[in-house]
Nanobody, 123 residues
Framework: QVQLVESGGGLVQPGGSLRLSCAASESISSPNTMGWYRQGPGKERELVATMTSGGSTNYADSLKGRFTISRDNAKNTVYLQMNSLKSEDTAVYYC?????????????????WGQGTQVIVSS
């Protein structure tokens, strides 16, 4: 598993913005996909956005225009810029990595999740 370290969650008022970050600690290689999913209270985990190492993106239709995903491949880091936040965006946001990586000198491939970061949108 690739260790994914998330940061940037917190409490924000409706209409506000937050930027989430997720850094992969292992030696990852291309092609791969990094992205964000979320799970709201009493809901299933759902796609927010993903981005391949080549730059292709995929967004949940309902979030297009408000959320923007980006990557810094040199830092093995993916970001999620969230604007015009609404109460329904309240959720635990999970970072995800799919693809090859190296650990202890061995090559692997798999699907890894971060521990999640809480986002609360409330006045």
């Amino acid at each position: 598993q690739v260790q994914l370290v998330e940061s940037g969650g917190g409490l924000v008022q409706p209409g506000g913005s937050l930027r989430l970050s997720c850094a992969a600690s292992e030696s990852i290689s291309s092609p791969n996909t990094m992205g964000w999913y979320r799970q709201g209270p009493g809901k299933e985990r759902e796609l927010v956005a993903t981005m391949t190492s080549g730059g292709s993106t995929n967004y949940a239709d309902s979030l297009k225009g408000r959320f923007t995903i980006s990557r810094d491949n040199a830092k093995n880091t993916v970001y999620l810029q969230m604007n015009s936040l609404k109460s329904e965006d309240t959720a635990v946001y999970y970072c995800n990595y799919r693809g090859p990586y190296r650990k202890s000198g061995y090559a692997f491939a798999g699907n890894s999740w971060g521990q999640g970061t809480q986002v609360i949108v409330s006045s």
